[in-house]
């Protein structure tokens, strides 16, 4: 998919001859990195993140130094691999908005920012974030999170057409969000959309002509409501049958496209991987209930828009097991030929291999531990679930967790060596039902909660979710003990077999890098780049950069000079969570940067540390135990999954101003704020409900601020407790 430069309108101006043009049609994707550019987020056809680039290898590495950076305007998460076309690098930061810099040093040529109302930031699972754009004939292509797909003239940042890409209109869109890239398949931009931990959204995938941007087609992944008469789509027939006869069809199915996509030319397919069902199906017997095509990889023909097969990774998928990872094109030798398969590093733990013409299961084995299934069956394809892990019987330790063993950070596939590089979350939950608990509903989780180890508390959460067993009991019958970490793992695909593991310094540290030069590059969210030899795992270089990273870089050459670039700050997943102790973000703050580094480069700049800031006295109580109580179970419903205790993305509503409360309805409920991001919610929420919450927010300060006061003057200075 190399990139050529659009001339006249709709005229086709081959730049860079034969070779440049089979590698934009996608027919010799790993070379067109060989030429200088990184024209695709995955660096090529194949979607590998693969390099073959080797003027930076493991013999030099020691001399990569700092070459230029670029500060956003932002302090979310960034999510992107930037793509690079002819000297210029184009990427994407949150909201959609889009950078196109001079990739040599960093300066901006323009920018264009979508305008997106800030209303859609409720639905977004996990922060505003975007993952990247798709270059192709002198166009950008980005998708904004409010469901709408923008051409942009890739010399002036120019808007060339705008298409709505939702299936609904009006209030209804709001369930719907669009962090993931566009990919072009042949003359087509393709895009799919998130929303499946929400109710309401329906999964699809839409096609757009890439000069005029009309609809081609629309394919959607789980059946409508069989109350408004047949299915609308031939391939959904079948589905509708293995869904419950309970599904609430006002919840929209799930199984939305929200990130991981790939295509073929030589076989014109396009492979799309889909969420979770809406809700989770929970408690589904063995052999019921499946709720196709969720929690499914999907090969489409992308001329007709018609399904050409499936696999299914989690029939009746109620963990919140998303097979929407990156997906990986290759070659391997299996059976005594050379096969061309489809990779993916799953989120249920199990790195999948399929025939890509048939979609057949070659293996599937797993790549981290996992307890919810013993295996998967290699003449059915299905998993062989473990009944120890059905939460529906009461609350279980499940690994992996929500969070999956592997979810949207990049893995990198080195065609050369055969191996994969995955960024490996090793971390279980407590998986609770809800549904006749206090907590009942918890936006974006359904009746399902699912709380990682450090957060597991039985006495604190006892009002939320009534009597909990102890984490050692749970443990127990796990099998394992809950220990939370990140890993870049190193696997054959072909056995299955661990080659090399590198610890990582959190869960939702960067993706991967692999380059010709023998290396494997990674950022983290502590701050650091790390360069390792591929073969063996060994560290070879480490550059701090006072930035968390959590995205993947790319490398690419320019005038001769091979430059490794990153994007860097911290977000996406992580919203649940305050930042990291050990996070670059916690230390120096998280304003969004990306940076370059070259052979000979620089010292870093580093960002100045951040003082620390007490915490101010809380206003008055204004509420009663009942009303604290309830606003508790609120805050958890509906605002604990943007709004942490703690320093994070979003701000820590313990430490708001009195005059901030004193127009706390007019923003909650009024969406005062609206245009920064804060949604209003005066369609789930009344006013007596949002005093609770306020009431709940000032108890919870009082708290916190009495405990600061209560530390030694010692412990505050090293930010930790006083010892007892």
């Known amino acids: 998919m190399n990139a050529t430069r659009r001339g006249c309108a709709g005229g086709w101006i081959v730049l860079a001859g034969f070779v440049g043009l089979m590698g934009f049609m996608g027919l010799v994707g790993p070379a067109v990195a060989a030429h200088g550019d990184w024209p695709t987020i995955g660096g090529g056809a194949a979607g590998a993140h693969y390099s073959r680039l080797a003027a930076i290898d493991s013999h030099d590495v020691d001399r990569v130094g700092f070459a230029w950076q670029f500060r956003l305007p932002t302090t979310r998460g960034l999510e992107a691999t930037p793509v690079v076309v002819h000297g210029v690098m184009y990427t994407s930061g949150d909201w959609g908005q889009v950078y196109a810099l001079d990739a040599a040093t960093g300066r901006e040529r323009w920018a264009f920012d979508p305008h997106v109302d800030g209303q859609w930031g409720r639905s977004a699972c996990c922060d505003v974030v975007n993952r990247g754009v798709a270059v192709a004939d002198g166009i950008v292509y980005v998708a904004s999170l409010d469901g709408k797909l923008h051409a942009l003239d890739a010399a002036t940042g120019r808007p060339l057409w705008t298409a709505n890409v939702l299936p609904v209109v009006g209030r209804a869109a709001f369930e719907y969000s669009i962090t993931g890239a566009p990919l072009i398949a042949g003359r087509l931009v393709v895009i799919g959309s998130g929303g499946a931990d929400f109710h309401g959204a329906r999964g699809f995938v839409a096609a757009f002509d890439r000069r005029t941007g009309r609809l081609r087609w629309r394919f959607y992944t789980v059946p409508r409501d069989p109350a408004r008469g ?40 396009l492979y799309v991987g889909t969420a979770n069902p809406s809700p989770y199906v929970i408690g589904a017997d063995e052999h019921r209930d499946d709720a196709l095509y969720a929690a499914s990889i999907i090969a489409i023909h992308a001329h007709t828009g018609r399904l050409a097969w499936y696999y299914q990774e989690v029939p009746g998928d109620g963990w919140d097991y998303d097979a929407t990872q990156d997906l990986v094109l290759a070659r391997l030798p299996i059976d005594g030929r050379e096969r061309d398969v489809l990779i993916q590093a799953a989120k249920d733990g199990f790195l999948y291999v399929l025939d890509r013409r048939s979609g057949r299961l070659l293996s599937a084995r797993p790549f981290a531990f996992e307890n919810w299934a013993r295996g998967v069956d290699p003449k059915t394809g299905r998993p062989l679930r473990n009944p120890d892990a059905d939460y529906a019987t009461g609350p279980k330790l499940v690994f992996p967790g929500m969070t999956g063993a592997h979810s949207w950070q990049a893995l990198a596939y080195d065609p050369a060596t055969r191996r994969v590089y995955v960024p490996v979350i090793d971390a279980p939950m407590v998986y609770v039902r809800t549904a006749h608990r206090p907590a009942g509903l918890i936006q974006g989780s359904f009746e399902v909660a699912g709380i990682l180890p450090k957060d597991y508390d039985p006495a604190a959460m006892r009002g939320l979710f009534g009597p909990l067993p102890s984490l050692a009991r749970l443990e127990q019958r796990a099998g394992r003990p809950a220990i939370e970490r990140g890993v870049l793992r190193a696997i054959d695909p072909l056995t299955g077999r661990w080659v090399w593991s590198a610890p990582g310094s959190d869960l939702w540290d960067g993706g991967a890098l692999a380059t010709a030069g023998g290396l494997v590059v990674r950022g983290d969210v502590a701050g650091e780049l790390d360069f390792y030899a591929a073969d063996t795992g060994r560290l070879l270089r480490r550059i701090e950069t006072g930035h968390s990273i959590i995205a993947a870089p790319m490398t690419y050459r320019v005038h001769g000079v091979q430059y490794v670039a990153v994007m860097a700050g911290y ?86 101003s009195g005059a901030t409360l004193d127009s706390f309805d007019r923003i909650v409920l009024d969406g005062a704020l609206r245009p920064l991001g804060m949604a209003r919610w005066d369609d789930v929420l009344n006013r007596r409900q949002a005093d609770a919450i306020q009431a709940y927010l000032i108890d919870a300060a009082w708290q916190a601020y009495d405990a600061e006061r209560a530390e030694s003057p010692q412990a505050r200075r090293n930010g930790t407790r006083k010892s007892k």
């Open 571 to 656: 977000g996406g997943g992580t919203l649940a969570d305050p930042f990291p102790r050990d996070s670059a973000a916690r230390r120096f703050g998280n304003a969004g940067r990306i940076l370059a580094f070259k052979l000979d480069g620089g010292a870093v700049p580093m960002p100045a540390p951040l003082p620390r800031v007490p915490f101010p006295r809380p206003p008055p109580h204004r509420g009663t135990a009942a009303q604290i109580h309830e606003g508790s179970v609120l805050y958890d419903r509906y605002c604990a999954r943007c709004h942490v205790f703690g320093q994070g993305v979003l701000p820590d509503l313990r430490r708001v």
């Open 230 to 269: 047949p299915q609308d789509q031939a391939h959904l027939v079948a589905a509708v049958r293995t869904w419950s006869r309970h599904t609430d069809w006002k919840d929209g199915g799930g199984g939305t496209v929200w990130d991981g996509m790939a295509y073929d030319p030589k076989l014109g397919l």
